[in-house]
């Protein structure tokens, strides 16, 4: 079992920057993934991005944050970050992060359906 918890949502201005982290413990192996979704209001959850174990392996959703967010990792802490820049109020959702125990350097990753563990979420706001 993997256990992961969120932190680090909050409000924020438009323009802003927020840097959510993602905390495993439990069984994380060394070969796999983790990814970021969010939800907003009436919306579906949506995929933000995601890392490979390694940190070499690095996705991110095409348009909407691209350029504006990075994920990073520190698998010395197993914690895994989303750092949000220029935020806008279109980012105003819950965040999740997700985590599968297996990786495939073929694969993206870019579907719920993929991962197995997921965390409570962080809301983030961002206001105009």
């Known amino acids: 079992q993997v256990q992961l918890v969120e932190s680090g949502g909050g409000l924020v201005q438009a323009g802003g920057s927020l840097r959510l982290s993602c905390a495993a413990s439990?069984?994380?192996?060394?070969?796999?993934?983790t990814g970021w979704f969010r939800q907003a209001p009436g919306k579906e959850r949506e995929f933000v991005g995601a890392?490979?174990?390694?940190?070499?392996?690095?996705?991110y959703a095409d348009s909407s944050v691209k350029g504006r967010f990075t994920i990073s990792s520190d698998n010395a802490k197993n914690t895994v970050y989303l750092q949000m820049n220029s935020l806008k109020p279109e980012d105003t959702a819950v965040y999740y992060c997700?985590?599968?125990?297996?990786?495939?350097?073929?694969?993206?990753?870019?579907?719920?359906?993929?991962?197995?563990?997921w965390g409570q979420g962080t809301q983030v706001t961002v206001s105009s």
């Open positions: 439990g069984r994380t192996l060394s070969s796999a993934s």
């Open positions: 997700a985590h599968r125990n297996s990786y495939d350097a073929r694969r993206e990753y870019r579907h719920q359906s993929e991962y197995t563990y």
């Open positions: 890392i490979s174990w390694s940190g070499r392996n690095l996705y």
